[in-house]
C-alpha cells in the first residue's frame, strides 16, 4: 500500500453510462470498525436491479478490498493480475459474468483503509486535548474515499449502519445506526435493517470521538 494515497476519477461520460445501467436505488448495508489511530476496516453489502452489465462499478480510493462476493461467489483475488483488474483507476468493477439482470444482485465488498488528514474523506485528527477525532467530508466526491459506492448524485442509496467502536467515543452519522458496540463486548457479526430515506452518497455524514450532546 505505501505512503500514497489513491486517486477516483469519475468523468461524465462514466457517470451517464452508469446511472442508464442501474434500475434501482442501490441498498446499502454497511458495517465499519472504526478504531483510535490511523486504520479502519469495514464492509458494505450493496444489493440492486440493474438492466444492463456494461457499466456497473464502484468507487473506492481506499486502501484494499480484500474479499469480493458477488451473487454467493466469492471472487478470488489472490492472483495480483485478477485483482488489478478488478481494482483499477480508483474503481471496483465487479466481473460481468458474475452479475445478472433478472433478479437483485448483491455485491459484498471487505476493504482496510486509513483516516485521511487532508479534510476529506475519513478525516482524523487530534485536539488540544490529545483526544482524536474523526468526521467524513464527503462532497463533492469523497465518499468514496471512505467506502466502496457508486459515487454520484443521481445514483442514490438507502443506506444502513452497523458500527464497533472504542468504548469512549460516540457515533453520530446521517442515519441512525442499526447497532453500536464497544470492543470489549461485540461477540457478534452485526446486522441492521435498511432505512428508509432515499439520498445521495454525497451526503453520508460519520462523526466519533469523545463527543458530549448539550
Known amino acids: 500500500m505505501g505512503d500514497a494515497r489513491k486517486v477516483s476519477n469519475l468523468t461524465q461520460e462514466q457517470s451517464i453510462l452508469r446511472a442508464g445501467s442501474f434500475d434501482s436505488v442501490i441498498d446499502y448495508n454497511i458495517f465499519l ?23 456497473i462499478f464502484f468507487d473506492f480510493c481506499g486502501d484494499k478490498i480484500t474479499k469480493l462476493r458477488i451473487n454467493g461467489q466469492f471472487v478470488d483475488l489472490s492472483d495480483d493480475a485478477v ?13 460481468v459474468t458474475n452479475l445478472r439482470t433478472d433478479v437483485p444482485n448483491i455485491v459484498i ?23 482524536q477525532y474523526i468526521y467524513t467530508q464527503a462532497e463533492p466526491y469523497w465518499i468514496n474515499r471512505v467506502l466502496p459506492v ?24 446521517s442515519v441512525n445506526p442499526s447497532r453500536i458496540e464497544p470492543w470489549a463486548t461485540c461477540n457478534n457479526p452485526p446486522n441492521g435493517l435498511f432505512g428508509n430515506e432515499v439520498f445521495g452518497t454525497y451526503k453520508s455524514k460519520v462523526l466519533d470521538g469523545i463527543y458530549n450532546f448539550f
Open 33 to 55: 470498525e472504526l478504531n483510535k489511530g490511523e486504520n479502519f476496516s469495514g464492509i458494505v453489502m450493496a444489493s440492486f436491479k440493474i438492466k444492463d452489465t456494461a457499466n
Open 83 to 95: 485483482y488489478n483488474n478488478i481494482v483499477k483507476d480508483g474503481h471496483i468493477y465487479p466481473p
Open 109 to 131: 465488498l471487505h476493504f482496510e483503509n486509513r483516516y485521511f488528514t487532508d479534510g476529506n474523506g475519513l478525516h482524523t485528527y487530534t485536539d488540544v486535548d490529545g483526544k
Open 150 to 173: 457508486a459515487d454520484q448524485p443521481d445514483v442514490k442509496g438507502r443506506f444502513s449502519l452497523s458500527a464497533i467502536l472504542p468504548e469512549d467515543w460516540l457515533l453520530v452519522t
